[in-house]
């Protein structure tokens, strides 16, 4: 039967990414594609859970996209299982290449792989598997949304996100040690410092138009007291938007690089910045496709980092942040790492007004910009903002003035939410507040 | 008719279809579930990382009634889905009359349900399938999932219910033929599980089992 439900018609989007793509395909070109990739892919995850999936629409309430379109099921993970992998595999690989294009801007701009359909799923189906699976198959098809496969590009020519040379970064981290040093006294950066017990790493953007982040992050290091290093080389970027558009060998050769940055530095523990997505790359999916059970250089997150510091009282919070604040849990350290308890307790610690999201932890509402999608670029904007007013909704319930976000997919989207639904908030990371929160001894102090 | 009454028909259906039936079930099951498993170990990212503890904690939760969010936020089909699984499953293992035959060819004695419980129970399932029929039109979400083998497959368990139900109250057709149509729908439901997707009774703990892995020991969160 599937009845075609009536989907509310949106201004056509032009991705020239989707359309050239599209152009260069041939139904023969598409059908073999996609079953060489179908057969490389194993199939048996595949096939136990398009055997078990009953169509009972469950998962449907778990999606900010279907609840943020009134309940229309195109936007329902099984609805968007449907017009894409389903689509795939009943047509045996024989879809035509508009076809191909619609089945890319669902699997590229309407889905975030945040997981919560998992959570919501009797059976536990893994839907954000089955849509990277798609995004896979599109990779491969040469079908990628223009923005992202651009930063696709990147990473594979330059080893990051942001088309970075090596001198910029290293300068970056000199004027941000420079800048710093205006408020403590010999403030370091240390480069390639072999046997450190920590490396740093940060997402491509970070040096590029976020470089406080790293000056905030080498405050704390400094005045907790933390040896540390950042790789002057390769690797220093932790980012990977390769994963999102589905070319794995990329993702592959940047989380090599990362990795074997920190091996070279004999470093105890790689600690990430404030990154959802990041984290979600080399803890969870780079070390995989190397074969490795868990990443070979234990990894956490900077929430597990500031909460150890605070805990273990290696840094003394002496000002609080007074605005009343609530807290966004990214999904790739939440549903990714369970790390809402440590947030919370991280947040509680530096901020006077807590107001917490419902739903929260691991049932939070995604940021819509997670999993390439905000990557898709300014041509996909408008539906992404259009695809979460449930978010927007639940900020407003907390009535706080700040939306702490320990993500940077987050941490953007939600200024664009916030902007677009005019709530009148303002987003900010852990370390924007820590950094004004912590006691800098006297010795420590730049003289003015 | 005649032949559906007919003494050789019915001797077949209850004698070799029966356990025809319940070798294909058997074997198929045995079969897919090897398939998937040997299909894992090639995908290598995904056996590695089950685990018994985090996997049966998982299936706890989601196999208590309520004890999800999500089965909390719908109270009417998790009723209806628990019920009728549970009534689907207990009432032809308990029943009488198929304890009777268990017991006349094997000497088997299982404990029996009562009888007026065992109607209610019948009821129930024949319910709760046209309750998810009727949703298959109702709610929108569901509708726009729906095939033609969706339907297929709750025919499929709707029939040896109803037709044991009509064999048991003597209604509407002779109770030979009732009871004729009622072995050879409940030979089909069990010939049809391995190959349709009321596989789901096989593979629903083992996807479940993995995700509460992954939730539980990869990434320390929960997945109720």
Known sequence: MAVAAEKKEVKKIIDLGLEEGAKKLTPEKIEITINNALAAMGGARLDAYVSTCIHCGLCSEACHFYLSHDGDPHFSPVGKVKQTMWEILKNKGRVSPDSVK??????????????????????????????????????????????????????????????????????????????????????TIPLDKEGADIMYSVIGPEPKFLAMLIGNAAKI??????????????????SDMAMFSGDQEIMGRVKRAHFEAAMRLKVKRIVMGECGHAFRSVYDVGNRWFGWKMPPVPVIHAIQFYYELIKEGRIKIVKKFKEPVTLHDPCNV??????????????????????????????????????????????????????????????????????????????????????????????????????????????????K | MKFLMSEGFYEFVRGPMVWLAFLVFISGSTYRIYKIISGLKKEAVVLPYMSFKYGLRSIAHWATPFGTVN????????????????????????LLAH????????????????????????????????????????????RFVTYPSDFFILAIVFLPFFTGFLAYHQLFLPYKALIVL???????????????RLAHMLFSVFTRAYTGSEFGMVRHARDW
């Open chain 1, 102 to 187: 619609k089945i890319a801007e669902i699997a590229y701009t309407e889905c975030n792989l945040c997981r919560r359909c998992s959570m919501y799923c009797p059976f536990g189906i893994d839907i954000a598997y089955i849509i990277s699976s798609v995004r896979r198959i599109c990779h491969l098809l040469g079908v990628t949304p223009q923005y992202l496969q651009d930063t696709a590009h990147s990473h594979a020519a330059t080893m990051n996100q942001m088309w970075l040379k090596q001198d910029e970064w290293i300068d970056t981290l000199f004027w941000q040690e420079d800048d710093y040093r205006r408020e403590i006294k010999n403030l």
């Open chain 1, 221 to 238: 290091m400094n005045v907790a007291g933390i040896d540390w290093t950042f790789p002057s080389f390769d690797g220093w970027d932790n």
């Open chain 1, 334 to 447: 939440m549903r990714g790492r369970g790390l809402g308890d440590m947030a919370r307790y991280v947040v509680n610690a530096i901020c006077e007004d807590f107001r917490d999201m419902s739903p929260n932890k691991e049932h939070n509402y995604c940021c819509a910009a997670g999993g390439g999608v905000i990557n898709c670029g300014p041509p996909w904007k408008l539906k992404r903002m259009e695809g979460n007013r449930v978010k927007a909704e639940q900020m407003k319930a907390t009535g706080a003035r700040v939306v702490i976000t320990p993500c940077h997919n987050c941490h953007s989207g939600i200024e664009d939410i916030i902007g677009y639904y005019k709530l009148g908030m303002h987003t900010k990371f852990i370390s924007d507040i820590l950094v004004d929160a912590i006691e800098v001894p006297e010795s420590m102090k730049a003289k």
């Open chain 2, 71 to 94: 089965w909390r936020r719908h109270p009417v089909m998790t009723t209806v889905t628990f019920l009728f699984h549970f009534c689907l499953i207990i009432t032809p293992v308990f």
């Open chain 2, 99 to 142: 304890n009777i035959l268990l017991f006349q060819s094997w000497h088997i004695r299982l404990w029996t349900l009562p009888e007026g419980l065992a109607d209610l129970m019948t009821l129930i399932v024949m319910l709760s399938c046209v309750f998810f029929l009727l949703r298959r039109f109702v709610a929108r979400e569901v």
């Open chain 2, 182 to 196: 009622h072995i050879l729908c409940g030979e089909l439901m069990l010939i049809a599980i391995p190959f349709t």
